[in-house]
Structure formats: structure tokens, C-alpha cells
């Protein structure tokens, strides 16, 4: 499974991003995003499956981060809004187990290169 993700940039506190996940070949895979700030550990944001299953968030983002995917199931994405400096990070699109909301990288099987979120305040 191959992921890509792209959206990542500089944007002032209280703006808005898109963020994407293009992943390729038969993934049935739950997919979705973490983060890693400077000198932090890679975090759990949001996760999503392809049938319809729930969706989960990290408590930090609930309300302001909405995942959602394409009717194909070939791209995932993670609507930010009321961004914050704090959700500056390097992003993550991943893929992993099924069956349970993911507690960490462990939970993960298959990631994408991270895309930069710079968020001034």
C-alpha cells in the first residue's frame, strides 16, 4: 500500500487547511492522519474506514478537524479549521488495523511521507 499525502503549508492561526491522501492498490485498510510537532512523538489525529464505519479524533481536534473520503475510497482527507500554533506538525497519512480507534504508531501498517503544517499565530 502506497500512500501520498500533500496540502501541508504556512497559514495563520484561525485559517483553514485540506489535507490529502492518495493511496494506491486494493487498501481496505481504516486510514487516517498523525502528527509529529518538533520534539514531540507522533500523535493520533484521525482515522476512518472504507465501508462506513466510525470515524474517530483526537480530543485536541474534535470540532475543528472533519476526515472524510472519496466515494472510490482512493483519497482520504483532513479538513482543519480554526487552526491553531499548537497544530503546527509534520502530518502523517497511514494505514492500519481495523476493528479498534488506533492508540499509536503500533496500530499502524502502512505510512505516507508527512506533509508540513505551520500554523503563526
Known amino acids: 500500500v502506497q500512500l501520498q499525502a500533500s496540502g501541508g503549508g504556512l497559514v495563520q492561526a484561525g485559517d483553514s487547511l485540506r489535507l490529502s491522501c492518495a493511496h494506491s492498490?486494493?487498501?481496505?485498510?481504516?486510514m487516517g492522519w498523525f502528527r509529529q510537532a518538533p520534539g514531540g512523538e507522533r500523535e493520533f489525529v484521525a482515522q476512518i474506514t472504507w465501508n462506513g464505519g466510525p470515524t474517530y479524533y483526537a480530543d485536541s481536534v474534535k470540532g475543528r478537524f472533519t476526515i472524510s473520503r472519496d466515494s472510490a475510497w482512493t483519497t482520504v482527507f483532513l479538513l482543519m479549521n480554526n487552526l491553531k500554533p499548537e497544530d503546527t506538525a509534520v502530518y502523517y497519512c497511514?494505514?492500519?488495523?481495523?476493528?479498534?480507534?488506533?492508540?499509536?504508531?503500533?496500530?499502524?501498517?502502512?505510512w505516507g511521507k508527512g506533509t508540513l503544517v505551520t500554523v503563526s499565530s
Open positions: 497511514a494505514a492500519g488495523l481495523d476493528g479498534k480507534r488506533w492508540s499509536g504508531p503500533r496500530d499502524i501498517r502502512y
Open positions: 492498490g486494493r487498501n481496505m485498510y481504516p
